[in-house]
């Protein structure tokens, strides 16, 4: 795919730079001709011309408005050499000439005097029309200038000699690709649709969190039906004229409709397509509303044709677009492309995997089961860092070592080897970190225990456990949540255990265990004294709550207190449970951390080994 060439230099500024030069050169004739050209006079200070005066030897005098000429008396008082000098504000030169009886005049206008009267009528509107059609061609002749902020900004990729995308370039999301492979066949096909009286939907809306492909999906659409394809963003259409967003959407319509079929993609649908209810304008007149009323207009209005434009719209936000726009006739096919699943990921892997040199102990398989959660713009990204890194070891290909690092670097942040801790720092966050991965790897469903690691990281972490899941999860029961909490609070147990205080290490975890015993209790029902009810308004995003808290609905003091009483006992309950499993296994916390310390990171077998001598105080009462 390769965007249309422009043409480089339009004729509107051609014409205004010809005027330009030409103005410019009249101007510097008029100026400068005559005093390169005309004759030589020497020049005087005007008190040498006052002295010459009184002294009777000046016998002709010429005024002009900025030049005296004079003519000096020869030694036979016949007129001689001619003179100049500059004149100043005298009233008294009149009477001296008069009283040394000099002859003296105003001098003549110039010959070119009408030369410049043609001049100062013809310059003016000469620079005025340069300068002009200089704005107009400034943003390159086209749709950018001056005068053309009615034209639509759309970039428009059109069949070339370049590689275009296909589906073949897109992964993760094949339930995506199912669905728009219909528009494809619409598009490259469409009297096979209309035979049977069926209509292809006019707009499709690609929904789904940043990073998951849309805008690379509508692109595979255009290369796959190999029709041309309309980009723009909705904040293009926005501008400061007021009307300009709403004629910025005819032009576009009216360029896709000439070159019918064809696809016009509008990333980030939600700058314009807020729902009007909502409060975000506030008035008719509104800029953002004259817009999108023209989009609806233009999809599926009084004036609307039968030529073949489709029109897909991506954003993250569906929640906040305006309903006119989501009925049938307009976006009435909604596709979601989700974050991918682990056979996704590795597909995604194996794509961005082509464009780097891999070596033999590559396993994307191992990579992906170690990114649950990542985007395909996520894995891309850890391709690239993966790359980077064995670049700056001077390899020539890149190991799995670097992906584990790559990994690690985009989930816990840049290893901050300069950030140097005293020994009794490093030896708190050495057994804070054991207490993670000892309360963790007994938990259900917490996934395992891969590193532990007391090298500082990202912008706070002095220390990591890093878990990683042995299968893609969607639900989670309350067994499992109150196990993730306990894990979470691991680190400050093992701290009260061995040195009896706690230190300001554990706020991160002790507010992820808040908000997620918050969310056990007033969002997924698991409260046995406030029964089955939702205090929050809104959904999560998923079960572990991604997209940040929902403010809680209005609730009596009385259910306050009980909603924070469960909370405060869910929290505490996962506290004794990790003091309990860490007292049980006090000797083996000791050796652990006491190796750490040694070496700073342990992983693979060797911490898989001793995390399988881990004791469950239930086990240990039964006399297992």
Same mark, same amino acid.
């Given at each position: ?7 480089q ?59 005296i ?34 002859? #003296? ?24 029309v ?7 061609g ?13 034209k ?19 992964a ?20 096979? #649709? ?10 499709v ?68 397509g807020?729902s009007?209810?909502?409060g975000n ?13 023209q ?45 991918p ?15 780097v ?6 396993d ?38 670097? #992906? ?7 989930v ?36 395992k ?21 042995t299968?893609?999860?969607f ?15 691991g680190g400050r ?82 506290h ?49």
């Amino acid at each position: 795919m390769s965007i249309k060439d422009k043409p480089q230099q339009p004729r509107s500024r051609l014409i205004g730079n010809i005027l330009l030069l030409v103005s410019g050169g009249f101007l510097l004739v008029n100026l400068f001709l005559p005093q390169l050209f005309g004759p030589q006079i020497p020049r005087v200070p005007y008190s040498i011309f006052i002295e010459q005066v009184q002294d009777g030897n000046v016998t002709r005098v010429s005024v002009g408005q900025d030049n005296i000429r004079y003519q000096l008396k020869d030694e036979n008082g016949q007129p001689g050499q001619i003179l100049a000098t500059t004149p100043i504000f005298d009233l008294e030169l009149p009477k001296r000439l008069e009283e040394k009886g000099v002859e #003296f005049a105003a001098a003549p206008p110039s010959n070119n005097g009408w030369f410049s009267s043609l001049l100062s009528w013809i310059i003016p509107p000469l620079i005025f029309v340069g300068i002009w059609q200089f704005f107009l061609g400034r943003g390159g002749g086209g749709p950018q200038g001056a005068l053309s902020i009615t034209k639509s900004k759309a970039k428009v990729y059109v069949e070339g000699e370049s590689a275009k995308t296909t589906f073949a370039d897109v992964a993760g999301v094949e339930e995506a690709k199912v669905e728009l492979a219909e528009i494809v066949e619409f598009l490259k096909a469409p009297q096979r #649709f209309t035979a049977i009286g069926a209509r292809i939907p006019k707009g499709v809306l690609l929904v789904g969190p940043p990073g998951t492909g849309k805008t690379l999906m509508a692109k595979a659409v255009a290369g796959e039906a190999g029709v041309p394809f309309f980009s723009i963003s909705g904040s293009e259409f926005v501008e400061l004229f007021v009307g300009a967003g709403a004629a910025r959407v005819r032009d576009l319509f009216e360029q896709a409709k000439k070159k019918a079929p064809c696809i016009v993609f509008i990333d980030e649908l939600d700058a314009i397509g807020k729902s009007r209810a909502s409060g975000n304008f506030m008035g008719g007149n509104d800029e953002r509303e004259q817009t999108l009323n023209q989009l609806l207009t233009e999809m599926d209005g009084f004036a609307a044709t039968e030529a073949t434009v489709i029109v897909l719209a991506a954003t993250n936000r569906p929640e906040t677009l305006d309903p006119a726009l989501l009925r049938p006739g307009r976006f009435d096919r909604q596709v979601l492309v989700d974050r991918p699943d682990l056979s996704g990921r590795q597909a995604i892997l194996e794509i961005y995997a082509r464009k780097v040199k891999l070596g033999p102990d590559i396993d994307l398989k191992m990579i992906a089961t170690r990114t649950p959660g990542f985007a395909g713009a996520d894995l891309a990204n850890l391709v690239n860092e993966a790359a980077l890194l064995a670049a700056r070891s001077r390899r020539e290909t890149v190991a799995q070592a670097d #992906f584990s690092e790559a990994i690690e670097r985009v989930v816990a942040g840049l290893e901050k080897k300069s950030r140097v801790l005293n020994e009794k720092e490093k030896k708190i966050v050495a057994y804070h970190e054991v207490g993670h991965a000892l309360v963790g790897s007994l938990m259900p469903g917490g996934g395992k225990v891969a590193k532990i690691s007391i090298v500082p990281r990202g912008m706070a972490a002095l220390g990591y456990t890093l878990q990683l899941p042995t299968e893609d999860r969607f639900l989670m029961d309350e067994a499992e949540l109150r196990g993730q909490i306990a894990t979470l609070l691991g680190g400050r147990s093992a701290e009260e255990v061995v040195f009896g205080s706690i230190t300001t290490g554990a706020s991160n975890d002790l507010q992820r265990a808040t908000d997620l015993a918050e969310r056990m209790v007033t969002t997924y029902g698991m409260s046995k004294v406030l029964g089955p009810l939702a205090y929050e308004k809104g959904q999560q995003n998923s079960f572990l709550g991604e997209g940040g808290m929902n403010p809680r609905r209005a609730v009596s003091p009385e259910t306050a207190k009980a909603i924070d009483g469960e909370v405060k006992e869910i929290v505490e309950n996962a506290h004794q449970q990790a003091l309990d499993i860490l007292n049980q296994n006090r000797d083996l916390l000791e050796e652990i951390a006491q190796r750490i310390l040694e070496v700073e990171v342990i992983e693979g077998d060797q911490l898989q080994n001793l995390l399988a001598q881990v004791r469950s105080p239930e086990k240990v009462a039964a006399g297992v």
